[in-house]
């Protein structure tokens, strides 16, 4: 039980075995494909020349095999789904798994999802048990190539006039996020339609997908492109500030950047996000989603602070603690702080303190006030969470609808 934490290589290389194993104690993790990929290419290295010992991989591997094996489908392809209205992508720390792919199954009902081990899911199992002879060298090899060969420079100067003209007013990263915003915000049709072809050329849609987003486009069901397609907004908001930013030199060509800037497009789909990359931290305001960043120094100095905590209580203290506290907590903590946000603990388990939710205790006493019987005789955080709820199922609802209109519409045999 925990939230879902989501993290790239920068922090990961930052951990001992320990402290990865402390981290699995507050948080599920969710695995993304870059980070896979990041790890087997740096395995691919010389030892002296890497930066992942193996006994961290190894580490990791052990709790990221047992602990789910969820992880997103391709942001691309979720991407265009979103486009296209053919499947609701979830922005508030839901992984979206990909149901095509050969180890999904949906039942006849279409209500439930069988989700079977992945081939991801054995690569950890093997990392656990030292096995980093894995056949995927020619794999290493073309990542890294193709890591190295992003031209980044060249993808500045191709859009250092466009910055220029849209982000000039701007005078560093922040502002430019808050120009973006504004961009995605004009109701202004064609500049609108312009966003949506830039975001279609980005993501290489094919031509039906294309047809079909701009039928919805011209059907006025897409007045602004965040109004019908939030995902698809949101790595169209990361794609405006990356391409910005590099035009206007406030990102750096490093190629890696690129690699980094695909991570986000997973952000949506975790509860904490961790990174010890200062790229990641910056651009971090251009996301979106129900989530938290957290600077992975930071994680790092607290899991350290409670493993020594560990280290010093009694068996009794041991078999008294509540996740996420300790007998003494600590100054600040970053993952208290996540928990009281995203995690509400069954009735008469530890629930951590907040002046906006009621604190429940195993009592033997009755209650003195009345059991609730309607929504708004609740407490107030969890009424708003369940209509809050219940909004993004009809808006989702709503988006179906009118696409499955349109469909019918387009369907129609001409009378003509």
Request: aromatic share 10%.
């Amino acid at each position: 039980m925990g939230p879902l934490l989501m993290f790239d290589k920068s922090f990961l290389q930052m951990l001992s075995p320990d402290e990865v194993s402390e981290l699995s104690m507050y948080f599920k993790f969710v695995g993304t494909p870059l980070l896979i990929r990041e790890i087997i290419s740096d395995l691919k290295k010389k030892p002296t020349e890497r930066s992942l010992p193996e006994q961290v991989v190894s580490a990791l591997a052990s709790k990221m095999w047992r602990a789910h094996g969820l992880q997103p489908a391709n942001f691309r392809k979720l991407c265009i789904a979103s486009l296209c209205c053919t499947f609701d992508v979830p922005m508030f720390g839901q992984v979206p798994v990909d149901p095509d792919a050969p180890n999904v199954f949906i039942t006849e009902s279409g209500k439930g999802v069988i989700y079977d081990s992945t081939l991801e899911q054995e690569t950890w199992q093997r990392w656990e048990h030292g096995d980093f002879t894995t056949d995927d060298a020619q794999s290493a090899a073309a990542w890294r190539a193709g890591v190295q060969s992003i031209n980044l420079h060249a993808v500045g100067n191709q859009w250092k006039a466009f910055a220029k003209e849209h982000f000039g007013a701007a005078s560093n990263l922040p502002e430019l996020i808050a120009l973006v915003n504004a961009m995605l915000d004009n109701l202004d049709p064609k500049a609108q339609f312009s966003l949506l072809v830039m975001l279609m050329a980005f993501l290489d849609v094919s031509i039906p997908a294309a047809q079909w987003a701009t039928m919805l486009f011209e059907a006025g069901l897409m007045p602004r492109v965040k109004d019908l397609c939030p995902y698809a907004a949101s790595v169209l908001r990361l794609y405006l500030t990356f391409i910005g930013g590099l035009g206007r030199g406030f990102i750096g060509p490093r190629p890696s950047h690129y690699v980094d800037l695909q991570y986000l497009f997973y952000a949506p789909f975790c509860m904490v996000f961790v990174s010890s990359d200062k790229f990641h931290r910056d651009m971090w305001p251009a996301t979106s989603g129900e989530n938290t960043f957290i600077w992975g120094p930071d994680l790092k100095k607290e899991l350290q602070q409670r493993i020594e905590m560990r280290s010093k209580m009694t068996e009794q203290e041991k078999q008294e603690q509540r996740f996420p506290s300790f007998p003494k907590e600590l100054q600040d903590p970053s993952i208290h702080s996540v928990w009281q946000k995203y995690i509400v603990l069954p009735m008469g388990d530890f629930q951590p303190t907040r002046p906006d939710r009621i604190t429940r205790h195993i009592s033997t006493e009755k209650p003195s006030a009345k059991k609730p019987k309607l929504i708004d005789d609740l407490d107030p955080v969890v009424r708003d969470r369940i209509k809050n709820a219940w909004r993004i199922l009809d808006e989702a609802k709503k988006r179906r609808r009118q696409a499955a209109e349109v469909r019918d519409d387009t369907a129609q045999p001409d009378e003509h």
